[in-house]
């Protein structure tokens, strides 16, 4: 798939000392939802504010669609949209006066018919006259949204879209997301709500102490670094496991001694699962049900940025 | 040119004004006008013409320039300072607009609002004290090129201050008293010879007397270094500028 966004050793080193990135490389696909993960001060939003011209890079390079982001800023600028983490906005403006500035600060011509339908996509058509200051703050994280979409970018970052914002809107803004990646969007997101990255993103970046330690297929990685798990529920519940069933496997009786719990390598040629159903059976142990579980983005960013520390 | 950009800060900037119509020009015409009934009309009247010209009537230059220069540099400072203040010059910083086009915008607006405000005070004052304009076209040109000037030097002070308390530092601690001292109600030649030349020093001294000129065609100082010396002051605020840009200086991490 053709590259949108090239990162080349991009490296940033604040004034204070803090080296927020250490030779960063990433390429983002045209089109594609990607999701870059870390803990908090992993870099994650300096990087984003290098691309969109907040912040200066120490070392190193970035290409939007072939063009150097401080060279060709202007090209490059006027097709990325920036949603930023803090909820920043002109308090005594009005809804429709601010992202109409928007629009026009990204060098687009007046578009009532446009804007009005990102005001609405975003639900906030009734709150287009209010003032910034009177509305919560999810009201007002869709409104940092719409002036990020005000000028009709083709590249999106969104900096903790949902922090803060209840489940219910933060369901429609997911909504609203999925309809701008069918429109061709690029979109990159960082989140602390692991699972949205896990049912959203084609690929995930995990960034940690400045350093991106993976990029992946979301479906790859969680099919290369989850580990799966079999519970088998017993017929009769055993008091401890038997000395037969636990040779070097990782293999747990749970407390009320009703189910064994197994963990297992997916990518392993042996599996041992038949290994262990026949000393199951060897052992007389009868077996009630059988169920499999994978583990969760969120454990695998657990164990990546724990082992990176 | 992104000059979609530009009209973008340029009407955002002039809307605050008319929001805010109370402080921004209610406010400095009430204060200007309060100047012309006590120094114009009551204690001008029993004082002697300075070079020919009314007492009432020689303080409408300096009255205007002492607004000018107060407003220019509180309309640029707080236009530039409160995107700062509340994190929204994010979306400036990351736009695809120039230097050039964000001084047009900010800078801009807030020398218009100097421009409009200098001619209201100069029509308030028509109002209390009679007065002539020798060099309208002078007066007009010296009136945009202080208004720009300063507008752009509160630019700076809005990107260097770090709270609203060094916003207000210069303009109230600085540029007023050197104003008050710099000839605005009275001739330099009215005072001792050694602080005739101290005042040389003052830089508003040359504006106020470039200004008078236009209107009554005497100044302190000669009017091509009045010219001059606010050309100097709008170079050195342009270099400042610049640096800041270049270096990201309290704008750019």
New interface residues.
């Given amino acids: 798939m053709e590259t949108i966004l090239e990162v080349r050793n991009l490296s940033k080193t604040y004034a204070s000392g803090f080296q927020a990135l250490k030779s960063v490389n990433l390429s983002i696909r045209r089109g594609e939802m990607f999701a870059l993960l870390g803990p908090n001060g992993a870099g994650k939003t300096t990087l984003i504010n290098i691309v969109c011209g907040i912040v200066r890079a120490s070392e190193g390079s970035v290409l939007a669609d072939g063009l150097d982001i401080a060279k060709d800023y202007r090209r490059v600028r006027a097709a990325i949209g920036l949603v930023p983490q803090e909820l920043h906005t002109d308090m005594f403006e009005t809804v429709w006066d601010t992202v109409k500035f928007s629009r026009g600060l990204f060098g687009k011509p007046p578009n009532q018919e446009y804007l009005e339908r990102v005001l609405s996509d975003l639900s906030l058509s009734d709150k287009k006259k209010s003032k910034i200051m009177t509305l919560s703050g999810g009201m007002k994280r869709r409104v940092l949204i719409a002036k990020a979409l005000s000028h009709e970018p083709s590249i999106l970052f969104l900096d903790e879209p949902t922090a803060g914002v209840d489940v219910e809107l933060r369901r429609s803004m997911w909504e609203m997301v999925r309809k701008l990646r069918e429109r061709g969007v690029t979109i990159i997101l960082t989140t602390h709500y692991i699972e949205e990255a896990e049912e959203m993103a084609d690929r995930v970046g995990v960034i940690n102490k400045g350093e991106l330690v993976l990029v992946e297929d979301k479906h790859v990685l969680m099919q290369r670094m989850g580990k799966k798990q079999l519970r088998v529920e017993l017929k009769s519940p055993l008091a401890a496991l038997p000395a037969s069933l636990n040779g070097g496997r990782a293999l747990t009786l749970e407390p009320d001694g009703k189910s064994l719990l197994y963990t297992y390598d997916t990518q392993s040629d042996d599996t041992g699962i038949p290994s262990l159903l026949a000393d199951l059976g060897k052992s007389g142990i009868e077996i009630r049900d059988l169920s499999t579980q994978q583990s969760s983005l969120e454990e695998i960013f657990v164990s990546l940025v724990r082992s990176g520390s | 040119m ?1 000059l ?2 530009v ?3 340029y ?2 900037e002039m ?2 004004t008319f ?1 805010t119509l109370m402080q921004s020009i209610a406010s400095p015409v009430l204060s200007t006008s309060l100047y012309f009934i006590v120094f114009g009309s009551a204690i001008g009247s029993r004082m002697a013409d300075i070079d020919g010209v009314s007492y009432g009537a020689f303080i409408v230059p300096g009255l205007m320039m002492l607004s000018i220069l107060t407003e220019s540099i509180s309309n640029a400072s707080f236009g530039i300072y409160m ?1 700062r203040f ?3 010059i ?9 230097v050039l086009e964000i001084l047009l915008g900010y800078v801009g607006a807030a020398a218009s609002k100097s421009i409009l405000l200098g001619t209201i005070i100069l029509a308030t004052a028509r109002l209390f004290v009679p007065f002539t304009i020798e060099h309208p076209l002078w007066m007009l040109g010296f009136l945009i090129l202080t208004s720009v000037s300063f507008s752009l030097f509160g630019f700076i002070i809005g990107i260097w201050a770090d709270g609203f308390e060094k916003l207000q530092i210069v303009p109230m601690m600085v540029v007023m008293p050197l104003t008050f001292l710099g000839g605005s109600f009275y001739s330099i030649s009215m005072l001792p010879p050694l602080w005739q030349k101290i005042a040389l020093f003052n830089p508003v001294v040359y504006l106020v007397s470039g200004f008078r000129w236009s209107f009554y065609g005497t100044s302190d100082v000669s009017v091509s270094v009045s010219l001059m010396m606010t050309l100097v002051f709008l170079s050195l605020s342009s270099v400042a500028v610049w640096w800041i840009f270049k270096t ?1 200086y309290r704008l ?2």
């Fill in positions: 992104n979609h950009a009209r973008a800060i009407k955002f809307a605050r929001r995107p509340s994190g929204t994010y979306e400036v910083l990351s736009a695809p607009i120039s990201g750019k991490a």
